[in-house]
C-alpha cells in the first residue's frame, strides 16, 4: 500500500518521458475508442494523491469516475484484499457460494432507504447492476416499457445505450437499441426553470399521453444525474415520481451507481429527500476500488426470477466483497458522511465566491462531495463547451486531474475522496480557480 505525500509535485511537464512512451505503446496496442482524461499513466495512490510513472503527484478530483471515495489504495481495503487473496479468490458464487456475498447483501439491504424486506443481488459493473433491475422490473410487472431521462447514464451495453440520452461519444453507429425504451423530460431547474412540482407534473403527463401508464414496467432515473451534468432535480420532483410509480404499479428503480455509497453527504442520494425506491442500483463508490455493483430492492420483487436467471461467473468476486465490506465499515467508523458533507459544503461555499465574481458561471450545484460548475456564455447563458475544455487543460497541465461532464459538454465535475486532507482541497480548488482565471 502506498503512503504518499499528501502535497501536489510536478517533477516533469505532464507528460512525462515514461507516460510518453507507454502512451506510444498504448496507441499500438489500443483501441482509438480508449481515451483518457489525463495525459499520463498512475502508478499508486493514496487519499486524495495520485502518483503517475514519472514520479508527478496529482491532486485528484476524479477518484476513477467516484470509485476511490474512501481514498485511493486505502489500508483497511488493501488489508482486507490482502487477506482474502491468501484463501479464496474465485469460486463462482453459483457453484460454491461463501460468507461474503452475504455479509454484502445484508449491509446493502440494510443501508438502503426503506424499512420493507429487501434483498440484493450482487454484479461486476453499473451497467450490469442496471440491465438486472430492468429485468426484474420486467418480470414482476409482466410490462416492457421502461422510462428513462433526458441527460441520462445508465451504461454502455445494448440495453443500457438505450438508456443513455447522449449520441457521441456512447451511442454513435452502435444501434439499433433495445425496444420499449422511452425517454421524457425530467427536471433541469437552472434550464427549464420549473419547480418540483411543475416539472413532475410535465413529466408524468407525457408518459400518461405517450407511454400509457398500464404498459411502464420500470421508471429509472439517476437522483443526481452524473454524466448528464451533475444535475440536482428541484425539490419534490423526485418524491413525486416515486409516487407516481407507486400508484401506477410500475417499479421505481434509483440508478445511485454514482451518487451512492456516502458520495453526496448521505448514504444515498434519494436519503436528502427521503425517497423510497423499490430498486437501487450501486457500483462505484461501493467497493473502494474493486470491481463490484448491487441490485437491492424489494423481496418480492427480487424473488420475482426464477432460480438461476441471475448472475454470472464473477458476479461478486470474493476479493470484491472483502473491499466491499471494508469500505462500509471505514465509512461507518470514520464518519465519511459528515466528512463528504464538509467537502462539499467549502467547495460550494467557494464556488459561489467566484460565481458572484464571474458571469461565465452560470450555475454551482452538488450534493457532498459531488460538485460542479456549469460555465455559460455570459450574455446568452447558452453552454460554452469550449470554455469548459480550456479550463479543464489548464487545470490538468498544472496537476490537478479534474473531470468534466454535462450533455452539452460545459460542466465541471469535482469528485474528490472523502478522505482527502482540508490543505490538498483548498490547493486544488485554488488551481481550479486559477485555470478560470487564465481563460479570461
Known amino acids: 500500500m502506498a503512503t504518499l505525500p499528501q502535497t501536489i509535485h510536478l517533477a516533469t511537464p505532464l507528460p512525462g518521458p515514461e507516460a510518453r512512451t507507454l502512451d506510444e505503446r498504448a496507441g499500438t496496442a489500443l483501441p482509438r475508442a480508449l481515451t483518457a482524461a489525463m495525459p499520463t499513466f498512475a502508478r499508486r495512490t493514496d487519499r486524495g494523491v495520485l502518483e503517475d510513472v514519472d514520479g ?33 479468490t474465485h469460486t463462482s458464487f453459483a457453484v460454491t457460494r461463501y460468507a461474503g456475498y452475504v455479509e454484502v447483501a445484508e449491509r446493502l439491504n440494510a443501508l438502503t432507504p426503506g424499512s420493507f424486506p429487501k434483498k440484493t443481488a450482487l454484479f461486476n459493473s453499473g451497467a450490469e447492476a442496471v440491465e438486472n433491475a430492468i429485468k426484474l422490473a420486467r418480470k414482476h410487472t409482466g410490462r416492457q416499457a421502461v422510462v428513462c431521462f433526458d441527460h441520462a447514464f445508465h451504461g454502455r451495453t445494448s440495453l443500457t445505450m438505450g438508456l443513455t440520452a447522449k449520441v457521441a461519444p456512447y451511442k454513435g453507429g452502435f444501434g439499433p437499441f433495445s425496444p420499449e425504451l422511452y425517454r421524457v423530460p425530467g427536471s433541469y431547474p437552472y434550464r427549464d426553470g420549473l419547480d418540483g412540482e411543475a416539472a413532475a407534473e410535465r413529466t408524468i403527463s407525457q408518459i400518461e399521453k405517450q407511454v400509457g401508464a398500464s404498459s411502464v414496467a420500470a421508471v429509472i432515473i439517476e437522483p443526481i444525474q452524473g454524466e448528464g451534468g451533475f444535475i440536482v432535480p428541484a425539490p419534490g420532483f423526485l418524491s413525486a415520481l416515486q409516487r407516481w410509480c407507486r400508484d401506477n404499479g410500475a417499479v421505481f428503480i434509483a440508478d445511485e451507481i454514482q ?8 448514504w444515498f442520494a434519494c436519503d436528502h429527500e427521503g425517497v423510497v425506491p423499490d ?19 424489494s423481496a418480492e420483487i427480487m424473488d420475482s426470477a426464477e432460480p438461476g436467471a441471475l448472475g454470472g461467473t464473477y458476479c461478486g468476486n470474493p476479493l470484491a466483497c472483502a473491499a466491499a465490506l471494508a469500505a462500509l465499515d471505514m465509512i461507518e467508523e470514520h464518519d465519511l458522511l459528515e466528512r463528504a458533507r464538509a467537502i462539499g459544503e467549502a467547495g460550494i461555499r467557494l464556488m459561489e ?18 460538485m460542479a460548475l456549469e460555465l455559460v456564455d455570459p450574455v446568452s447563458q447558452k453552454p460554452d463547451a469550449a470554455l469548459t475544455a480550456a479550463v479543464a487543460q489548464a487545470a490538468r497541465a498544472r496537476g490537478l486531474i479534474l473531470l468534466t461532464c454535462g450533455t452539452y459538454g460545459n460542466v465541471i465535475r469535482l469528485l474528490p475522496p472523502v478522505t482527502m486532507p482540508d490543505e490538498l482541497f483548498v490547493e486544488g480548488m485554488g488551481i481550479l480557480e486559477q485555470a478560470l482565471r487564465d481563460q479570461s
Do not use: C, H
Open 259 to 266: 451518487s451512492g455509497i456516502a458520495r453526496t453527504g448521505a
Open 279 to 297: 430498486l437501487v442500483t450501486t457500483a462505484k463508490g461501493l467497493a473502494g476500488g474493486m470491481p463490484l455493483s448491487a441490485v437491492t430492492g
Open 56 to 88: 508527478n503527484r496529482l491532486i485528484d478530483f476524479g477518484s476513477g469516475i467516484a470509485v476511490t471515495t474512501v481514498g485511493g489504495a486505502a489500508a483497511p481495503v488493501v488489508a482486507a484484499i490482502q487477506k482474502q487473496a491468501e484463501n479464496l
Open 353 to 370: 465566491q467566484w460565481k458572484a465574481k464571474d458571469p461565465r458561471i452560470g450555475e454551482v450545484r452538488g450534493k457532498g462531495a459531488m
